[in-house]
Nanobody, 123 residues
Framework: QVQLVESGGGLVQAGGSLRLSCATS????????MGWFRQAPGKEREFVSA????????FYAGSVKGRFTISRDNAKNTVDLQMNSLKPEDTAVYYC????????????????WGQGTLVTVSS
């Protein structure tokens, strides 16, 4: 079992940056591949980014590639999402996720979800 707690959400103007962080507790952090999903109002929850157990492989949705960067620190048990050049369409609740056997690039590969943190990008 692992607990995921997101932080760093907030209100930012278009073109600005935010850094989300996810702190974990419980089972050994390096046992999990980690990722981020988001859900905008009235839309389905969608994949944003993921990172492998050791951090050597990263994955991004096409809509955020080149703007967002995922990283993890296995010593601190954290995974971060640096979001640059934010757009109003990035407005959503962002969820930290963990996958045990598969890198969580799809909802059915997610074993654990955080509670979410709201990111609002104003135009």
């Amino acid at each position: 079992q692992v607990q995921l707690v997101e932080s760093g959400g907030g209100l930012v103007q278009a073109g600005g940056s935010l850094r989300l962080s996810c702190a974990t507790s419980g089972r050994t952090f390096s046992s999990y591949a980690m990722g981020w999903f988001r859900q905008a109002p009235g839309k389905e929850r969608e994949f944003v980014s993921a990172i492998s157990w050791g951090g050597g492989s990263t994955f991004y949705a096409g809509s955020v590639k080149g703007r967002f960067t995922i990283s993890r620190d296995n010593a601190k048990n954290t995974v971060d999402l640096q979001m640059n050049s934010l757009k109003p369409e990035d407005t959503a609740v962002y969820y930290c996720v963990a996958g045990v056997s598969v890198v969580p690039t799809a909802k059915n590969n997610v074993n654990y979800w955080g509670q979410g943190t709201l990111v609002t990008v104003s135009s």
